[in-house]
């Protein structure tokens, strides 16, 4: 049964810090992998989705890594800004014949302070 | 191009009533997943639909029921609340791999 775990649970750094946020799995048989992040009361935004064949994505200050055997993923946050206070999550996605299926963590509650 | 909406965005009912929530897609997106969010449990897959059809479901008891229109707008409907499905009700659309999601109905049951 696969297991998503992100960790730390909460990170709280100063403005204009570099910082990772990570993510890991337990079964390396994924389709892809996304990282979200979610406002206090709010739904989701999809920040990168990284296809199983790939090893990165990047978007702005973001760049998201993927290594399947090792079962880990990372999230690179530069020159960090109170705006990017938020939780991220990631999720994994897996099929089962045709039915696709998300596999979230709890989460990452990220505090950058002024 | 519109978001994801849902609504209402906030509800409040007692234990034992049932209750309806909506979504719009985004126009074009065929498929259309609903999440449970908790403070402990997290994100939690109720269900998806395409194109009219439930075609993946999660372990959620009977009581959680859904539907999608031709339009692709869906409702679920939640039947009998229980104290313990107060939560944030997401749902999510999308056309390939990438899941948008709409800002949530946030359900109190007392």
């Known amino acids: 049964k696969q297991e998503v775990t992100q960790i730390p649970a909460a990170l709280s750094v100063p403005e204009g810090e570099n910082l990772v946020l990570n993510c890991s799995f337990t079964?390396?048989?994924?389709?892809?992998l996304q990282w979200f992040r979610q406002d206090p009361g709010k739904g989701l935004t999809s920040l990168l989705l990284?296809?199983?064949s790939q090893r990165e994505q990047t978007s702005g200050r973001l760049n998201a890594s993927l290594d399947k055997s090792s079962g880990r993923s990372t999230l690179y946050i530069a020159a960090s800004q109170p705006g990017d206070s938020a939780t991220y999550l990631c999720a994994v996605t897996q099929f089962a014949g045709n039915n696709r299926k998300l596999i979230w963590g709890l989460g990452t509650s990220l505090a950058v302070n002024p | 191009k519109a978001g994801v909406t849902q609504t209402p965005r906030y509800l409040i009912k007692t234990r034992g009533q049932q209750v309806t929530l909506s979504c719009s897609p985004i126009?074009?997106?065929?498929?259309v997943s609903w999440y449970q969010q908790t403070p402990g449990q997290g994100l939690q897959f109720l269900f998806e639909y395409f194109s009219e059809t439930q075609r993946n479901k999660g372990n959620f008891p009977g009581r959680f029921s859904g539907r999608q229109f031709s339009n692709s707008r869906s409702e679920m409907n939640v039947s009998t609340l229980e104290l313990g499905d107060s939560a944030l009700y997401l749902c999510a659309s999308s056309f390939a791999d990438e899941q948008f999601f709409g800002p949530g109905t946030r359900l109190t049951v007392l």
């Open positions: 990284i296809q199983s």
């Open positions: 126009s074009g997106h065929r498929s």
């Open positions: 079964d390396s048989a994924i389709y892809n």
